[in-house]
């Protein structure tokens, strides 16, 4: 169906001339006889429509033809996502052959106020320092901080693993904004670790224009709904920027002249990032946990985006460069690392004490730190002694032999309960391991 003519061209956007009104916002139109150039409806006029470029602009030109091509972006909706790489529309990008099964719209209304389920069970994951410092509930939104380097990529694939190892649940990765040697890099390690089907993957990547890296979170939503919705599974999904998310709905407003607030973002920024992150919840069929990676624009965690995108969360991860030079992985900063569920009503009186004594103690292992680099370990009091030597086993056993290094350290992979990790922590705490050599609490699971 012929709709009208382009009369102007920009860098991300076109204004097409109507011939035809039977338009609606988020229609995908093309070219007529050239299907690289492809657009979305983002505004209609009495005699005019202004639409983003989901490809290139460049050799487009002025008086072309444009046609409808369907009612809005789809994308596939069936057990062929699995072990798939796609792109921000839906289309498979990893060369392999692909037959379609059942193909829907990426839009999707946000679970009911009345089928939101907050009443959820934790989702252990095996790993020591997150079940004990941050852990997770079904439906939570982490958010994961940490710079390149310092172990996200197998933090990541550890989580897929366990979580699928303990409930047989598969996962979405979403790369908004990746870069493409890191997106392969990724996609060669789960296939490595046999992980690869097991997960959708969806590359919205650095290279595209930004109307791709704005997609990219919306159709690996669609997919994590699938699995949720028809599979009944709990899922992980894991967004690798969201802060690039924003970036590039930032650069598509400024191509349509829209009204930009401080710094640069759009001003419609908090409902972009809300419609997001309303749809991760949980239902009665299952849930969506998250984990979000989010860049820290210049560190200033009182930067607009940072702020808006936290306000979603329900804790964060915090990878620390510091801990990685100790050699010590996951590398996670436990101070930095929140949780809403450290609360003594909801993961009981025991678990909570126990953090608050962990953190006091390795509060004040830092401050002897500071006084034996002066004085020396023989001026300590007997009680700061026994901190000391314990905090420093606690720090080492909260690192964990990981399955998918076990190739590189040749050290089994293991997971850790919750249960035993309580135990251990309280005995280390109250001196029972006192005589045993602090190297030997490195890279184990729990305490034999």
């Not at 419609?268 to 069929?285: F, G, L, T, W």
């Not at 965690?301 to 702020?307: E, K, Y």
Request: proline share 2%; hydrophobic share 40%.
């Amino acid at each position: 169906m012929q709709i009208g003519k382009i009369i102007t061209i920009n860098d991300i956007s076109v204004e097409i001339i109507l011939s035809n009104t039977d338009l609606k916002i988020g229609n995908i139109l093309e070219v007529e006889g050239n299907s690289k150039y492809v657009f979305e409806v983002v505004e209609i006029n009495n005699i005019s429509a202004i639409c983003v470029s989901l490809y290139s602009t460049r050799g487009l030109q002025k008086g072309s033809v444009v046609v409808k091509k369907s009612d809005e972006l789809e994308v596939e909706y069936s057990d062929k996502i699995l072990g798939r790489v796609f792109d921000s529309y839906g289309n498979v990008i990893d060369g392999l052959p692909f037959e379609s099964e059942k193909r829907v719209k990426v839009s999707n209304n946000t679970v009911s106020l009345k089928s939101v389920k907050v009443d959820n069970e934790p989702l252990w994951t095996g790993i020591k320092v997150i079940d004990f410092f941050a852990p997770l509930e079904k439906g939570f939104k982490m958010g994961l901080l940490g710079g390149a380097g310092v172990g996200k990529t197998v933090l990541i694939k550890e989580l897929i693993h366990n979580i699928y190892a303990s409930s047989n649940s598969n996962a979405i990765f979403v790369g908004a904004g990746e870069r493409s040697r890191e997106g392969k890099e990724l996609y060669e390690d789960m296939k490595s670790s046999n992980l690869l089907d097991k997960m959708a993957m969806v590359y919205g990547q650095m290279g595209d224009n930004p109307v791709s890296r704005s997609k990219s979170v919306a159709t690996g939503l669609r997919m994590a709904e699938y699995l949720r919705d028809e599979k009944k599974q709990d899922v992980l999904i894991f967004i690798d920027n969201i802060y690039r998310f924003i970036q590039a709905k930032a650069e598509i407003a400024t191509d349509l002249k829209e009204l930009l607030i401080e710094n640069g973002y759009p001003s419609n920024m908090a409902s972009e990032i809300s419609q997001i992150e309303e749809r991760i919840n949980s239902n009665e069929n299952g849930s969506i946990t998250s984990f979000q990676a989010i860049y820290i624009p210049a560190d200033d965690l009182t930067d607009d985006a940072v702020q808006t995108t936290m306000s979603y969360m329900d804790g964060q991860i915090v990878l620390d460069r510091k801990i990685s030079e100790l050699g010590l992985y996951p590398a996670i900063n436990v101070f930095k690392s929140t949780s809403k569920l450290v609360d003594a009503e909801k993961i009981g009186e025991r678990h909570y004490n126990l953090v608050e004594r962990v953190l006091a103690s390795l509060t004040r292992y830092e401050e002897l730190e500071e006084i034996i680099a002066v004085l020396g370990i023989e001026e300590l009091s007997e009680e700061d002694k026994n901190i000391f030597h314990r905090s420093r086993k606690l720090r080492n056993y909260f690192s964990q032999p990981m399955f998918v290094a076990e190739s590189f350290t040749n050290i089994k992979g293991e997971f850790v309960d919750i249960k035993d990790v309580l135990n251990d922590v309280e005995n280390i705490l109250d001196g029972k391991y006192d005589d045993v050599d602090e190297s030997k609490f490195r890279y184990i699971g729990k305490i034999s």
